[in-house]
């Protein structure tokens, strides 16, 4: 047991001493200048769809601007209610290029769950797939608790409501990357709930740095 605390400790050591990007979308510019031809994003599941480091920094850029068009800027909370398609991993790094904090919600939840998460982490837009769209029940009504023309809905198209390739289509050149404070929110999750009801978790641009960081020194070096 003692050799494993010294090697953890090690290990731990070593991670302190790394000079590491500021933020994820720091990390990924980085990424995409060394290794823009190999593969970025492989579906698993679905259509096949891959896309290499090139082609996923063109869709970053492009949602960067839009989210800056939009009126996303620094410090605001904004909410990606996604499932696993490129969009959720493009709007993520583009929310830390412009200093935002990214959201996740469940799409699993049900609306009033939806709402509660909503307005205990005071998300001011949320990106909504077509298919969970009644996550959005309380809209119409006013109960929800984003209003909403700051609602973007990816996948397809609901009236009165932005929808997302029109979004990126009319986005124009995105701005220059926030500074950010390596320590500051970059991200908002939630706790499990198991002994209460889930609470939102701050994390800061570092903790996914180093998360980052920490698993590239795992498993076989990429191909």
Known sequence: MSD??????????????????????ALFDGAVA??????????????GTEL?????AGLVERCTAAFHRFGIGPGMHVALALPNVPAIGAAWIALHKLG????????????????????LA??????????????????ESGSFPIPRERVIVHGGAVAGLTG???????????????????EGKASILYTSGT?????PALLPHSWHTVSGWVRSRQGPAPA
């Open 4 to 25: 494993e605390i010294d090697d953890a400790l090690s290990r731990r050591a070593e991670t302190e001493r790394v000079s590491l990007p500021v933020s994820l979308a």
């Open 164 to 182: 997302w390739d029109d979004l990126l289509a009319a986005a124009g050149g995105a701005p220059a990357n926030a500074e950010v404070d390596p």
């Open 195 to 199: 002994t209460g009801r889930p609470k």
């Open 122 to 139: 005071d998300a001011e837009a949320i990106v909504v797939d077509i298919g969970h769209v009644g996550l959005l029940d309380g809209a």
């Open 52 to 56: 290499s480091y090139r082609a996923f």
């Open 34 to 47: 060394r290794h823009p031809d190999r593969i970025f994003w492989r579906a698993v599941d679905g259509d």
């Open 100 to 119: 935002a904090a990214a959201l996740g919600v469940n799409v699993n939840l049900v609306p009033s769950e939806v709402e509660y998460t909503l307005r």
